[in-house]
């Protein structure tokens, strides 16, 4: 299956601090990928960078054959001329052409138009593709009539898609928070992607709405659209992704898939740290097998039941 997405030693650093470091991976045609990692690992960091929101401070990003990041030649680094360059867009291209050559994205906070109606929401998404002109969307010749209700029967499609029961007419403002999510998603996919971004879709939903969230993302996956998801809920995770990247300190420490990522104690290091007496793991034994990696995985296993028996949100953050 060819890559829909090439990520390449991608950087990006805010002062002093290395938020990604290298990152480098593919997301291959209609695939579900999550990146996973704790706090601050650098997870909406590389997404911002891939979608083209932040500018890295290096590496490339390919999206469909298109380059979204390019590889700023080194000696224009020592003349610092690089951001520069980059916000007169070169080495870049800006998230409004992104999302045009088909990648689609939400965000951690909503980002919904809060004072428009759901169905104008999701209409916001195809107004961008409308070919009206200003003549013919003031006086509402036919022609303009005809797209706009074409867009109606669209943005009701994918309403209709994600499962919105609720009253189109309503603000978003007035939703519950997992029918606003669901409206997000609407609104991505109506800009018809060949990749979606979801950045932590399950995050303050019940365990209804992710049983329903995970079912619509395998949907969506069924109509050959690559998704690739941020998500602290590691039960979804595992049940949901084909393959995990890890990250930590902004570092890929793990691409595999679920069996292969709950085994590999360094992503078990990285969620639950060690015990400071213990020795510390070294990936080049890890890589060898000589550190049983099932001793660490049952851990894990105590401590993420523990956990979703205490009432938490069913895993490891
Ligand atoms: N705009 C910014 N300015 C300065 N530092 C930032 C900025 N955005 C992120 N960082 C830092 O970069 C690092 C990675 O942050 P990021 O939000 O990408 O992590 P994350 O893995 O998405 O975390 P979380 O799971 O908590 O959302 C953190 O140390 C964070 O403090």
């Known amino acids: 299956m060819s890559a829909v997405l090439e990520v390449r030693d991608l950087r990006l650093q805010f002062g002093g601090v290395k938020a990604v470091d290298g990152l480098s991976f593919d997301v291959r045609e209609g695939e579900i990928l999550a990146v996973i990692g704790p706090n601050g690992a650098g997870k909406t960091s590389a997404f911002n960078c891939i979608s083209g929101f932040y500018l890295p401070t290096s590496g490339s990003v390919v999206f469909d054959g298109k380059r979204i990041v390019r590889e700023v030649p080194k000696p224009w680094h020592a003349l610092r001329l690089v951001h520069l360059l980059q916000s007169f867009g070169f080495y870049r291209v800006l998230p409004s052409r992104v ?4 990648m689609a994205r939400t965000f951690q906070n909503l980002r919904l138009f809060r004072e428009l109606s759901v169905l104008e929401n999701v209409k916001t998404a195809m107004h961008a593709n409308l070919r009206e002109g ?23 499609g994918w309403l209709d ?6 009253d189109e007419d309503l603000y978003v403002g007035q939703l519950p928070y997992g029918e606003q999510r669901r409206v997000e998603i609407a609104r991505a996919l109506a800009t018809s992607p060949k990749l979606l971004l979801l950045d932590e879709p399950a995050a303050g939903l ?18 050959g659209v690559a998704v690739v998801l941020i998500e602290h809920d590691m039960g979804m ?10 990250l930590n300190y902004g570092k890929e420490i793990a691409d595999g898939t679920p069996a292969e990522i709950k085994a590999d104690p360094l992503v078990i290091e990285a969620y639950l740290g060690v015990d400071d007496d213990a020795e510390p793991i ?3 034994r890890l890589r060898t097998g000589t550190v049983s990696a099932e001793a660490i995985a049952d851990v894990l296993g105590a401590t993420a039941g523990a956990a979703a028996s205490d009432g938490k949100d069913g895993g490891v953050r």
């Open 99 to 102: 999302t045009k050559w088909g």
């Open 206 to 223: 019940n365990h209804n709405e992710k049983q329903s969230l995970m079912a619509l993302i395998r949907r969506i996956r069924d109509l």
């Open 282 to 284: 070294d990936a080049t």
């Open 161 to 166: 898609f994600v499962g919105f029961q609720d």
């Open 134 to 156: 200003f003549w013919s969307t003031l006086v509402h010749t036919p022609g303009y009539r005809r797209a706009e209700e074409a867009c109606v029967r669209e943005a009701r």
């Open 237 to 246: 995770v595992m049940e949901l992704a084909e393959r995990i990247v890890v």
